[in-house]
């Protein structure tokens, strides 16, 4: 007789550790945490002043190189003449040159005339007079050699500016209303907060291993002006009808080739509390953080698996040890938050907002700038997130002679519907990750768009915001724009492979025109030519103009499209 035997079942298998560290143990589980935990990032800049700058590019270890040197504000850049198509065929030291992108962190954007001078300067000598503005509120500078950054850091640091963690898995630059302190309509100065944050905590090795970067945004101002929505951790000014003047929190939010929005946690935060809020969220996903993959080791993907209920109490109960107080949120923005153009401020003063083309200047024109606003009695600036500059502080009767003296500058204070809001990441010109180039392409599609709109008899829309990048990474923010275009090649009619992009519509953040953040849509199929991108955006605000409803915004309208009426 035959004997049948059932097959034993497998136990289940176990799923894969996240590499949490409150769960899962300290231990590395790819090459990313090996390397952080090997050395912290911080200990890099020793070896920086007394080896690598001494001895020069070829001393430098690859694992200080490729990773550690991000904890100073320092990446090497795309060596020049690299095709888009390259850019995912060839290994890091192959795209790379030997000189660096260094990034100057600016937290708050908070700049004086004597600190923007130095970092003029600092172009002007050891970085080509190269120098953009990001959309961070830092100011970058290229074909910095590594011999020339002990100066540079001297330089900059004996005015009270630094790189200190501008990159790398760290605390990114904290975001501050560009308006802080200044503003006749602010619910509440965010300066004392930006400021203890980042002395409590920006270099301090607590926090300098994260599973990834870490990003923080804080206004006080009715205009949401600092893009809290895609930041890791934000608050925003609220006034609480029984507690008073305060801060709504928000966490989780990141763009990137996974986006998500923040969330509200529904929690009142006062002042006071604030600096200890962020070190607890912080903790939070240095803590419980995904490190085992990377393109899940954003705090984003924490949050969506826990909820903001989950996240709420674990907040609570294991890190703060109070309870937070539920708040309202804020109110829908009445006025656009990139602070372009002329406005008085609480003194009777003016703040001028000036718009760069696409955020690129250069050392000269900082230094000119910096005279510029001293002449007027001024001595202070901001950056924005909006690849912005702002003078504060010029009398009234000075404003016209500052406006057109800064036009001659190429910054403008009055810009037109498309430049306004233009911005364009690095792109190939520097960048090993970029495809296509995006700061030249951006700045004279701009050029071409305004001069065919100027004869345009339909309704355009009161604003329009058009973001440029050059890789998937979306430093630009192409989710959240209007019209958002996300590089790539594309194959045109005749079979080439060219330069191109995605395209993204309707993509928004908190906002006069719309109130709520969303992300945009895409269009099966739509990707256009970078030399195309004037004709197409030319096109739809055509379409635009013939189909969307009296008064209602593009975004609005681009998401209700039907798909003819956006390619």
């Not at 600016?106 to 970092?119: F, K, M, N, Y």
């Not at 502080?393 to 036009?407: L, N, Q, S, W």
């Amino acid at each position: 007789m035959t004997q049948t035997t059932t097959p034993s079942r497998r136990p289940p298998r176990a799923a894969k550790p996240n590499g949490q560290w409150k769960i899962d143990g300290p231990t590395p589980l790819n090459a990313n945490e090996e390397l952080k935990q090997a050395d912290d990032g911080l200990n890099v800049r020793e070896r920086i002043e007394t080896i690598y700058a001494v001895h020069g590019f070829d001393s430098i270890d690859p694992d200080d190189l490729h990773g550690r040197f991000r904890w100073w504000g320092l990446y090497t850049q795309r060596a020049q003449g690299i095709p888009g198509g390259k850019t995912a065929t060839l290994e890091p030291h192959e795209l790379e040159d030997e000189y660096f992108m260094l990034r100057v962190r600016i937290d708050g954007g908070a700049l004086s005339t004597e600190q923007l001078r130095v970092i003029g300067q600092i172009s002007r000598d050891f970085a080509r007079d190269t120098a953009d503005i990001t959309d961070r509120q830092n100011i970058q500078l290229h074909w910095v050699d590594i011999v020339n950054v002990p100066e540079i850091w001297r330089r900059l640091e004996a005015v009270g500016v630094h790189t200190t963690e501008a990159c790398g898995d760290v605390p990114r630059v904290i975001l501050g209303s560009p308006v802080a302190g200044i503003a006749k309509d602010e619910l509440i100065d965010p300066t004392p907060v930006i400021q203890e944050i980042a002395r409590r905590y920006i270099g301090n090795p607590q926090f300098s291993n994260l599973p990834r970067k870490y990003k923080t945004a804080i206004t006080g101002h009715p205009s949401q002006d600092v893009v809290h929505e895609i930041n890791d951790f934000a608050l925003v000014g609220v006034q609480h009808p029984e507690l008073g003047t305060g801060y709504d929190l928000w966490v989780g939010g990141g763009l990137s080739a996974n986006p998500r929005l923040g969330e509200r946690l529904g929690a009142f935060v006062t002042p006071g509390q604030a600096p200890d809020v962020w070190e607890a969220v912080t903790s939070i996903f240095r803590d419980y953080g995904y490190r085992r993959l990377r393109n899940r080791a954003r705090l984003k993907f924490l949050l969506a698996d826990w909820g903001p209920e989950k996240f709420r109490q674990v907040l609570q109960e294991e890190y703060l040890g109070y309870e937070l107080p539920d708040g309202p949120p804020a109110p829908k923005p009445e006025q656009a938050g990139d602070h372009s153009g002329v406005h008085e401020q609480h003194d009777g003063k003016y703040y001028i907002g000036l718009t760069a083309p696409a955020g690129r200047v250069s050392g000269s024109i900082l230094l000119a700038l910096a005279e510029l606003v001293e002449a007027q009695g001024s001595r202070r600036l901001r950056t924005t997130p909006h690849q912005k500059i702002i003078a504060l502080d010029i009398p009234g009767e000075h404003v016209r002679r500052f406006t057109d003296a800064a036009a001659a500058l190429g910054l403008d204070a009055f810009p037109g519907l498309v430049k306004r809001s233009a911005i364009a990441c690095t792109g190939i010109e520097y960048c090993k990750l970029a495809i296509v180039d995006t700061k030249d392409t951006t700045i004279d599609a701009v050029r071409q768009i305004e001069a065919r709109l100027s004869d345009h008899q339909g309704r355009l829309p009161k604003a329009l915001s058009l973001h440029v990048n050059g890789c998937p990474n979306s430093c630009a923010r192409v989710q959240t724009a209007d019209i958002g275009l996300k590089g790539q090649l594309i194959t045109n009619q005749d079979g080439e492979h060219v330069p191109g992009f995605q395209v993204h519509l309707g993509g928004t953040l908190a906002g006069v025109e719309n109130g709520e953040a969303g992300l945009g849509r895409t269009v099966r199929g739509l990707k256009i030519a970078a030399d195309e991108l004037p004709a197409y955006v030319t096109r739809v605000l055509g379409s635009y103009s013939r189909h969307s409803a009296d008064g209602e915004s593009f975004a609005t309208w681009a998401h209700r499209a039907e798909d003819g009426e956006l390619s």
